[in-house]
């Protein structure tokens, strides 16, 4: 299962395993693990964590000039 897909299914299942009782999150576990196959551990952590903003991309930012702006207009179009 790929990682964004794993992401994706602790997020719709997050809340209810917040609000569950001991039992229910141990059931909740033993699924999102049979189904993402990752380690229990793991998903406890994945599924105890708060989500978190997308991280901006490593280095600096590109700078373009503005002789270049519209022709970057017409490649993003």
Do not use: F, N, S, W
């Amino acid at each position: 299962m790929p990682e964004q897909a794993r992401r994706e299914y602790a997020e719709v299942i997050r809340a209810r395993y917040q609000e569950a009782d001991k039992r229910e999150r141990g059931a909740m576990l033993d699924e999102y693990c049979r189904v993402t196959g990752c380690h229990r551990k793991a998903a406890i952590r994945r599924l105890r964590a708060t989500p978190q903003r997308p991280r901006r991309g490593a280095g600096r930012p590109p700078r373009y000039g503005r002789d270049l702006l519209p022709l970057l207009a017409r490649v993003v179009r």
